[in-house]
């Protein structure tokens, strides 16, 4: 799609339908582009399976024309021990992709971490115990690590922070609610940003007042919480942040919440907001539902300052809107 709003349809997952599902892939999750200049994603269902199998998702590679190739069909090992339903991935300084699935496994309820080259050979890397449903996008970090959260699990069980090296050395950083009422927050359902100054700044979904709260993080695992959201009345200030965050050419840190605002009943219909990396949090604009409802994604931020990103529902067809916001002054 163009920045003035001219969108073109690249590729119409399911193609190539088959007897046990679609052999190109259904649900696509998450997309990169490579440093090939060619476009990388995985699929939550589809695939190549055949005699009777259920198709448990796609690894896959498409040009800027629009040409899709399969690289690898998950679930394809036995009792899925190379995974199912993946989200995202990513690529890394090695030029190989990593990205979780949160099912699969050895225990199917928990996930784990895989490495991809670009001509789709997969090696699983780590199996996720204590950790459990990784399933939002790496990021990698000093020294070249992977970071990443899980929706569950961890000391008290509402999720963690985590690093992984490119060969599969994990460590636990954090586990969240160990402050007492879950002041730290709760349910990391969001990727993260790195911080200029080398920390890693993220939301949970979760906390004191079950709203949500956005953080900071060492590479070594001291965290801060910056912000717990709801905490203005009839939560004007946002309710639950869906998405991650991204820094501004500012400085601040930009990102949504699923609710809250000042327009929609219930609720509220959603918000953007700005972050500074001390905590105070200014409300950029509310969704009133004819603009948008219930953004829940990673904004982008053009050279210009514009941010981008997406809602879920809400726009003159109530199935979703594609947004932009100029820079804040």
Not at 29 to 50: E, K, P, R, S
Not at 182 to 209: E, F, H, K, M, V
Request: hydrophobic share 30%; charged share 10%.
């Amino acid at each position: 799609m163009t920045a003035n709003g001219t969108l073109t349809t690249v590729y119409n997952f399911c193609s190539q339908p088959g007897l046990y599902g679609c052999y190109d892939g259904a649900t696509p999750q998450g997309i990169v582009q490579a440093t090939d200049g060619n476009f990388y994603g995985v699929t939550n269902a589809g695939g190549t399976l055949c005699c009777g199998e259920t198709p448990q998702g796609t690894a896959y590679k498409l040009t800027p024309r629009g040409a899709e190739t399969v690289l690898y069909s998950f679930c394809s090992q036995s009792n899925c021990d190379d995974g199912k339903s993946p989200n995202y991935l990513m690529q890394a300084s090695d030029g190989n992709f990593y990205g979780m699935n949160a099912a699969g496994g050895i225990d199917d309820q928990v996930g784990l971490l895989w490495q991809m080259s670009s001509g789709g050979s997969v090696n699983v890397l780590y199996g996720f115990s204590d950790s459990k449903f990784p399933y939002v996008q790496l990021l990698q970090g000093p020294g070249g690590q992977l970071y990443g959260t899980a929706l569950h699990g961890g000391m008290y069980g509402d999720g963690t922070v985590f690093k992984i090296t490119l060969s599969g050395g994990y460590t636990e950083l954090y586990s969240f609610c160990s402050q007492p009422n879950c002041t730290d927050g709760a349910y990391p359902s969001a990727g993260r940003a790195l911080g200029s100054d080398g920390s890693l700044y993220g939301t949970t979904s979760g906390g004191t007042i079950t709203a949500g709260t956005a953080f900071k993080i060492t590479p070594s695992g001291t965290l801060t919480t910056l912000y717990t959201f709801c905490s203005q009345s009839h939560c004007a200030d946002g309710n639950h942040p869906g998405g991650g965050l991204v820094q501004g050419s500012d400085g601040n840190f930009y990102g949504t919440t699923v609710n809250g605002g000042l327009y929609g009943a219930g609720y509220g219909a959603g918000t953007i907001f700005e972050l500074t990396p001390s905590g105070t949090l200014i409300t950029l604009h509310s969704f009133n539902g004819a603009d948008g409802l219930n953004p829940a994604v990673n904004l982008v931020q053009d050279a210009g300052g514009y941010l981008y990103g997406v809602t879920y529902a809400g726009g003159a067809n109530s199935l979703g809107t594609v947004f932009s916001l100029s820079p804040p002054q």
